[in-house]
């Protein structure tokens, strides 16, 4: 069974920065896209950012119009770990903001479509 567990979310003041953190444990061979998605009160869950690691290139990144500038997403594959670096935040980034691995390659076969438990960021204006 694959694991991804968030953690750095937090309160901050607006102009303020956080770095999220999603690391996955299990026995995994390869991560091909990791997605971080937020979800506020009475809002529609969103994709703030993405990452894509294709074996035939150096992968490349995807960030909502929102978060451009703003927001940096990257891996450390050596912690197996994946990052959302997140500065000058607006009272607007408030939200529950997940991790998600859409297709993980495992020891024992493919799986789909794991999701961390969620980090809760609030930025105070």
């Known amino acids: 069974q694959v694991q991804l567990v968030e953690s750095g979310g937090g309160l901050v003041q607006s102009g303020g920065s956080l770095r999220l953190s999603c690391a996955a444990a299990?026995?995994?061979?390869?991560?091909?896209?990791i997605n971080w998605y937020r979800q506020a009160p009475g809002k529609e869950r969103e994709l703030v950012a993405s990452l894509t690691t294709p074996l035939t290139s150096g992968g490349s990144t995807n960030y909502a119009d929102s978060v451009k500038g703003r927001f940096t997403i990257s891996r450390d594959n050596a912690k197996n770990t994946v990052y959302l670096q997140m500065n000058s935040l607006k009272p607007e980034d408030t939200a529950v903001y997940y991790c998600?691995?859409?297709?993980?390659?495992?020891?024992?076969?493919?799986?789909?479509?794991?999701w961390g438990q969620g980090t809760q960021v609030t930025v105070s204006s």
């Open positions: 299990g026995r995994i061979l390869s991560i091909n896209a």
């Open positions: 998600n691995a859409p297709i993980i390659a495992t020891q024992r076969g493919i799986e789909y479509d794991y």
